[in-house]
């Protein structure tokens, strides 16, 4: 019974620490619907993916990769991207850097970001 005891408490207690970072999730913004963005955070590196339209309404996927400056923010490129229709095979993507990103997590709000690009 002790055994079991023990085991159950060590399981518990390695399941603590399985976060993939404070700002994960998917954000939008509820009067614009139909776009916003997938942040994927880590201690030092945030993958972005926004979903959002372009100049004539058509659905339109940008990316950041932000790198973690070392003091309160992750920086990088902001890149359009284009590929083939999930329904036939692949045949490559097309990727152009179309300007820059930085991601500003809270230090007082884990649950506040501060998002701005070019």
């Not at 940008?62 to 923010?73: E, N, R």
């Amino acid at each position: 019974m002790i055994r079991r005891l023990l085991l159950a408490l060590l399981l518990m207690g390695s399941s603590l620490r399985a976060d993939a970072g404070f700002c994960t999730d998917i954000w939008y913004n509820i009067l614009q619907s139909g776009q916003g963005c997938n942040v994927v955070q880590t201690d030092t590196f945030t993958f972005i993916t926004f979903y959002t339209y372009d100049e004539d309404g058509n659905p339109t996927w940008v990316i950041a990769t932000l790198d973690w400056d070392g003091v309160s923010s992750y920086r990088g490129d902001l890149i359009a991207t284009t590929g083939t229709f999930f329904g036939i095979p692949w045949v490559g993507a097309t990727e152009m850097t179309v300007g820059t990103a930085t991601f500003a997590p809270s230090a007082n709000n884990a649950c506040e970001a501060t998002l701005s690009y070019t």
